[in-house]
């Protein structure tokens, strides 16, 4: 969420109007985040202000987009605490703002939980699999662009910036995670539309409470239990080790299967879809890091985070047995 695209109060202020939303009254650029410019909007109409987020998609095309906005939209509609799309007279939730792809969303209230216990990892673990099945009818159909087939095509791209014990790593890691997905068990995993992003600052809670998720434009059609394997390896572990903390892991779980019970399938490759969230993150934020795009407040992520996420997952391997009572 670096501000990549300047916008000026006036682009803003034509955006609210073709939107029936009122009068721009702030207009203020978000530091955190890598990937689309965004800014918090304040606007007033006859019934007060109200707060949206104002999204320039740098890297999504135009016929990408839908994919995503639609899903939010969806999900909103089916009671998931999500952004809503606003939708101009003609119903398009697809905008243009400085010749770029945009959105604008509603937004949510409360604030991040970057200390996270393990009753916010049960809210989380418990929405997130209620997100699963609300979107099982989603009609729309886009792969995760950040799953295996761009592991594939960057790891090359970034192994001459790290050392020799770390190519040998990713390398392995990498061919390991072809040889699951070309599993029988791979294949029986349950699918549908997956965040793939869900770490603690897409989250918000109120007074304790989830309020919301936010930020669905790494999402795609992939396996669930990939999606909520990229949350344990966020809201489960250790931030300064990578440990894995079962106390959290255990809530979160078991929070997540008392909506929907995992499979067969997903128990038995639960330590290794560990362990493809922290490649998948691992190379992104390598990538990111060694091949930066210049925008004003870009602070990208330090990638050797997911390093360590992967070699303890690699180390200590965690099965369902071990987080489902």
């Not at 990937?35 to 999504?60: C, K, P, S």
């Not at 592991?151 to 072809?178: D, I, K």
């Not at 992939?222 to 892991?249: E, K, Q, Y």
């Not at 091949?291 to 004003?296: I, K, M, T, V, Y």
Request: with cysteine.
């Amino acid at each position: 969420m670096a501000v990549f695209t300047e916008v000026s109060e006036d682009e803003a202020r034509a955006l609210l109007r073709a939107l029936n939303l009122g009068e721009l009254r702030t207009l203020r650029g978000i530091q955190s985040g890598i990937e689309n410019t965004n800014y918090f909007v304040t606007a007033e109409d006859m019934f007060g202000q109200r707060e949206y987020v104002l999204t320039l998609f740098e890297r999504l095309t135009f016929e990408q987009l839908p994919f995503y906005l639609h899903l939010m939209k969806h999900l909103a509609q089916h009671g998931i605490p999500v952004p809503d799309p606003a939708a101009d007279r003609s119903g398009d939730i697809l905008h243009t703002v400085c010749g770029k792809p945009a959105a604008l969303v509603n937004k949510l209230e409360g604030q991040h939980e970057l200390a996270p216990g393990p009753d916010h990892c049960a809210q989380v673990g418990a929405m997130l699999a209620r997100m699963h099945l609300a979107g099982r009818d989603y009609q729309r159909r886009q792969p995760n662009l950040r799953g295996l087939a761009w592991w594939n095509e960057t790891v090359p791209v970034v192994l001459p910036f790290v050392s020799p014990e770390q190519a040998m790593l990713l390398r392995g890691e990498l061919a390991y995670q072809n040889h699951v997905a070309a599993s029988a068990a791979y294949a029986a995993l349950p699918r549908g539309p997956v965040h793939a992003d869900l770490f603690r600052d897409n989250v918000m809670f109120e007074q304790g409470r989830l309020s919301g998720f936010f930020d669905f434009y790494f999402a795609g059609v992939d396996s669930w239990l990939f999606d909520l394997a990229v949350c344990l390896n966020d809201w489960a572990i250790d931030l300064a080790t990578g440990a894995h903390d079962a106390p959290r892991a255990r809530a979160f779980v078991e929070a997540y299967a008392a909506v929907r019970p995992l499979t067969p399938a997903e128990r038995q490759l639960l330590p290794a879809m560990l362990r493809a969230g922290a490649l998948r993150f691992w190379i992104s934020r390598l990538w990111d890091f060694h091949l930066p795009r210049e925008a004003s407040l870009l602070k990208p992520h330090d990638p050797s985070h997911f390093e360590r996420v992967l070699r303890e997952r690699v180390r200590r391997p965690v099965n369902a047995a071990a987080v489902l009572a």
